[in-house]
């Protein structure tokens, strides 16, 4: 244990601290896998006061940290490569607090976001925000980053559902933002600050989250569509008839590398591209509308088949096409890309990108899936077996300069939802300006004047 380190334990006497090389590999990373983990030591703290002395003991001595959650961040904000202290809030996993009156819930930040979505439900209310790593990513690090997922198109993204947060401020300061008020106008709003900080800003220890009303009851539909192509327009189709909960796609190779995992394949015939769309049936009307929109769909050539769910069951079976897609492809280290544009832009964009990687990725096995009604597009890149990690991953970075100079051009995002992290720092400036990356850094200075927290992520300060 170094000097610091010591007089860590000395300040914080009951604070649990390791330095056990498991645990430095295990909380040194995150889902990226990309970076050899090399933390100083992992702070498991069970109190904000616990935070707040770890902070401050990190300014005396000018060490580092990282903020940790659930680690399954894909952009590498997570990780810890250059000694840095690691903090996770995994012990902070409670729920503090829920105001009927106000319909929110308060919950420390290592709350698993699943265990804050059956909190809401057994309080006859809704988390809705929702994605595949339910049960192991954590609040914090949902608000850290913004997360998305599936039921953006209904929900919106996590921001939307931060009513208040309590932070620990780099400087190591406790602050109370928005103490939960639906109207404040009194100044900046700095709760806003640190939804999608990516702990660059401090760390989130607290938040009162906003609950929705219970989901309506819903039907769940495959769709088989013949070209990419169509792909907007069948989204237009439902969007127009239907209230949509979702609206997935993906492509054959995703559901080939799903099914690889177990399942049954959906329909006899294979199609090159799908999409799983979630719709409310709460009135007599919809389940109608809905079926008017599959079948202008057929009349058009825009959809070739279709299956819709007649149980939880099967609409989980169809739903696990889609949620098992990042699971399936793990093993084999893909380069991921989260990009989006606006909705309108999307046919322009698809064309120009699918024609763009078609030429730049010969040689590896591409898998695209994604939010498309939200404008947002996961395009994986698969690593053959036996490359090199980093020469695999020095051709991809040239493909990304292609696709980033093409979201310029479309007026797109580097990083719709995952966050810049390390993965995606480089592109950061075809997103936004020099103006804004310059007002970033004043911002970070401000909150954290020594940059300690999360150091080398999002920008260099
Ligand atoms: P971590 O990975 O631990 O951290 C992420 C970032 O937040 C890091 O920069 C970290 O320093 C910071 N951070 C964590 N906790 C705090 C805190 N308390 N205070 C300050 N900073 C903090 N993401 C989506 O948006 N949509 C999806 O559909 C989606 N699907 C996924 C499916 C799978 C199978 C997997 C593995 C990942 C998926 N993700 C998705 C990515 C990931 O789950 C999200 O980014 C999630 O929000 C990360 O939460 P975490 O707790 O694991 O954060
Ligand atoms: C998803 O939409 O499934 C997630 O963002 C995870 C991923 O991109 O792999
Ligand atoms: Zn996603």
Same mark, same amino acid.
């Not at 006859?124 to 595949?132: E, I, N, Q, R, S």
């Not at 013949?226 to 169509?230: A, Q, T, V």
């Given at each position: 244990m170094t000097d610091a380190l010591i007089r860590l334990r000395d300040r914080l006497p009951g604070l649990r601290l390791s330095t056990d090389p498991g645990d430095l590999e295990h909380y040194g990373r995150d889902w990226t896998r990309r970076w050899t983990p090399a933390p100083l030591a992992v702070a498991l703290p069970a109190s904000v006061d616990e935070v707040q002395a770890i902070v401050r003991w990190a300014n005396d001595e000018g060490v580092a940290v990282v903020p940790s959650g659930g680690r399954t961040g894909l952009s590498g904000g997570a990780v810890a490569a250059n000694g840095e202290l690691v903090l996770s809030l995994e012990r902070m996993n409670r729920v503090l607090d829920f105001d009927a009156i106000d319909r929110t819930l308060t919950v420390q930040a290592g709350a698993p976001l699943e265990a804050v979505q059956n909190a809401a439900r057994e309080r006859?209310? $809704?988390?809705?925000?929702? !994605? $595949?790593a339910r049960g192991s990513c954590s609040i914090g690090g949902n608000i850290a980053t913004n997360a998305g997922g599936i039921r953006v198109i209904r929900y919106g993204n996590t921001r939307e559902w931060v009513a208040g947060l309590k932070v620990v401020t780099g400087a190591g300061d406790v602050l109370e933002l928005n103490r939960a008020l639906v109207k404040n106008s009194s100044g900046y709003d700095l709760r806003h600050l640190f939804v999608a900080s990516e702990g660059t800003l401090g760390i989130i220890v607290e938040a009162t989250l906003r609950l929705a009303d219970p989901p309506p009851p819903t039907s769940v539909m495959l769709l088989a569509i013949?070209? !990419?192509?169509?792909l907007m327009q069948v989204f237009a189709a439902f969007r127009e008839r239907v209230t949509l909960e979702a609206f997935e796609f993906f492509t054959d190779r995703a559901i080939e590398h799903v099914l690889a995992h177990g399942g049954q394949k959906p329909f006899d015939d294979a199609h090159p591209f799908y999409v799983v769309t979630e719709f409310a049936v709460d009135e007599e009307a919809s389940m109608a509308a809905a079926m008017a929109a599959f079948e202008h769909c057929v009349e058009h050539g825009l959809v070739s088949d279709g299956v819709i769910s007649q149980s939880d069951a099967q609409a989980a079976q169809l739903w696990r096409l889609r949620e098992g897609i990042t699971e399936s492809l793990a093993k084999h280290v893909p380069y991921k890309n989260d990009v989006s544009v606006r909705i309108s832009a999307m046919p322009a964009f698809l064309a120009e990108t699918q024609a763009l990687l078609g030429e730049a990725y010969p040689q590896f096995e591409v898998v695209w899936f994604g939010h498309i009604g939200d404008g947002n597009l996961h395009i994986n890149v698969l690593k053959p077996d036996g490359m090199a990690n980093a020469a695999f991953v020095a051709d991809c970075e040239q493909v990304t300069r292609l696709l980033s100079d093409a979201l310029v051009r479309h007026g797109g995002s580097i990083s719709a939802e995952h966050g810049i992290g390390l993965v995606k720092k480089s592109y950061l400036l075809g997103t936004r300006s020099a103006g804004e990356v310059a007002l970033m850094r004043g911002i970070k200075r401000a909150l954290d004047p020594n940059a300690l927290m999360n150091p080398g992520k999002v920008f260099d300060a």
């Open positions: 006859g209310l $809704a988390y809705p925000v929702d !994605f $595949a013949p070209s !990419f192509e169509h």
